[in-house]
């Protein structure tokens, strides 16, 4: 297969076209005067993903007391910021859906779903970063892989179905496709015109450097992605039992220093981030 770079990937492949909807999204939130009625009528041109939306909203991750019955209550209830990233997720469930990315025990999806939720966890933690930018951060962090599966499935299954990530894996991508995800994600959401904050981040998202101030929701991410790669469930006939096999130790020292979080922590927010992305995974559907 001859080499591109990731530019030429993204004009010759015809990577995946934003959907109409999102684009609609992402021009809601750069302006300003953007209302939730707006919102409720953006998503109304689409019922599925208004259903999928409300679907979300009434489930037990947020256990609101009454059922939500229409977007404007559910933005009044929850926020507009919320709703917001909920709607994204849906529409790249979407997305995600279309091609087959399930190389390992997971498919795409349900590895940024479940790296969505770790972000939003831990920027919970942090003063500063917003936990649904995060959230959406995760749910798009990993598209540039999305891109490759569609261009080369191939490539993907050898790399990928080897379990190979992180240094490894961009390694072996740069060495195929002469890009890496990271990079062709970042280019794909530009050519999306997706807010350049959440761009840099997809784009950041290998690089951990908690001492540069601008790169914390990317070291944030970075470390979600890292956490939910040590993840191991267990059944133990009574329920699932989490645990995590951490074996960067920097991980663990950045994540104690940057966030006050031991393993014990970890494990407890891990084990949350299981039960909501189980929660939610089905809802999403
Ligand atoms: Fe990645
Ligand atoms: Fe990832």
């Not at 109409?20 to 109304?44: C, E």
């Not at 993840?231 to 989490?242: F, P, R």
């Amino acid at each position: 297969m001859s080499k591109h770079t990731a530019s030429q990937l993204v004009k010759v492949e015809g990577l995946p076209m934003c959907p109409a909807v999102l684009s609609g999204l992402m021009q809601a939130l750069k302006d300003p005067d953007t209302t939730i009625s707006d919102l409720a009528r953006l998503l109304s041109s689409d019922p599925s993903l208004t259903v999928k939306v409300l679907r979300v909203v009434n489930s037990a991750f947020y256990s609101l007391p009454r059922r939500i019955y229409g977007v404007e209550q559910a933005c009044f209830r929850l926020g507009f910021r919320e709703i917001w990233s909920l709607t994204v997720a849906a529409q790249m469930s979407s997305v995600y859906a279309e091609v087959d990315t399930k190389w390992g025990r997971e498919t795409l999806w349900d590895h940024v779903l479940q790296v969505g939720l770790m972000a939003r966890a831990l920027a919970q933690r942090k003063h500063g970063l917003m936990p649904e930018e995060l959230f959406t951060a995760g749910i798009l962090h990993d598209i540039g892989k999305l891109a490759l599966a569609r261009h080369d499935p191939t490539g993907c299954t050898e790399i990928y179905g080897q379990g190979v990530h992180g240094r490894l894996a961009l390694d072996a991508e740069q060495q195929r496709w002469n890009t890496t995800h990271d990079e062709l994600g970042a280019m794909l959401l530009r050519n999306w015109k997706i807010p350049e904050a959440l761009a840099g981040l997809v784009e950041r998202h290998h690089d951990v450097d908690w001492n540069d101030q601008n790169g914390n929701g990317a070291s944030l991410l970075a470390a979600s992605d890292a956490l939910v790669r040590a993840i191991v469930v267990e059944g133990n006939g009574g329920g699932d039992l989490v645990r995590l096999e951490l074996t960067d130790s920097g991980l663990t020292t950045n994540l104690s220093r940057n966030l006050g979080l031991e393993t014990s922590d970890c494990v407890r927010i891990a084990t949350e981030v299981m039960r909501d992305y189980e929660e939610l995974v089905q809802h999403f559907k």
